[in-house]
């Protein structure tokens, strides 16, 4: 089991993680934190890394418990993520397998960040078709949170990660491998039963 923050999908090393355990319990009450991976997720583009961020309620300099935290629409963000998405993965190997079911999940409206980031990681986990239990802690598990698992891992030092492994990515030729962006990358370019044998 390991305790953990919910993330926008997250980076490879975060999975690297996650597939260690049969249980993953989910921190959704800890405090919103700007420059994480709780509402941003990177991905690899002709250009190199492109942050995708999520606008939150508030601002990102809030303090705000997570399942407090709310989705601003007041720009069209979804579209946006999911038109970046298509447009620099719509050449990978298996990216027509995942697209409709990803674009569904863009089209659902959540009004707080946790329940969509719940969704990412249980469409994630199903595409994978991994075992592994997904659970939103509660009064009887928040105990256990002071020995939570946080991925060293940010938005502004994902690259640093060394222990992640490589593959064929979409821009290889003109960018070399970029190290440690979002699972969906990996998903893309390898199918879900591939990339989940890499991460066991």
């Known amino acids: 089991m390991v305790y953990t923050d919910l993330h926008y999908f997250g980076a490879l090393s975060y999975y690297l993680e996650l597939a260690r355990h049969e249980q993953i319990v989910f921190d959704g009450r800890t405090n919103f934190s700007?420059?994480?991976?709780?509402n941003r997720m990177v991905i690899a583009?002709?250009?190199?890394?492109?942050?995708?961020?999520?606008p939150i309620v508030g601002g990102r300099d809030q303090k705000t418990p997570?399942?407090?935290?709310?989705?601003?629409?007041?720009?069209?963000?979804?579209?946006?993520?999911?038109?970046a998405i298509y447009i620099n993965y719509k050449r990978a190997p298996y990216f027509e397998y995942y697209v409709d079911s990803l674009k569904a999940l863009?089209?659902?409206?959540?009004?707080?960040?946790?329940?969509?980031?719940?969704?990412?990681?249980?469409?994630?986990?199903?595409?994978?078709?991994?075992k592994w239990l997904i659970e939103i802690a509660n009064e009887q598990t928040s105990s256990n949170m002071e020995n939570k698992w946080v991925d060293a891992s940010k938005p502004n030092n994902f690259h640093t990660t060394s222990n992640t492994f490589q593959y064929q990515q979409v821009f290889d030729n003109s960018t070399g491998f970029i190290q440690n962006v979002c699972i969906i990358d990996a998903l893309f370019a390898m199918g879900g039963k591939q990339l989940l044998s890499m991460l066991s």
């Open 34 to 38: 700007k420059m994480s991976f709780k």
């Open 106 to 130: 863009y089209e659902n409206e959540h009004v707080y960040l946790n329940d969509f980031l719940v969704a990412t990681q249980k469409w994630t986990k199903e595409q994978l078709k991994a």
């Open 66 to 83: 997570m399942n407090e935290v709310r989705i601003a629409y007041d720009s069209p963000w979804s579209a946006q993520h999911f038109k």
């Open 45 to 54: 583009t002709a250009q190199g890394p492109l942050h995708l961020t999520i």
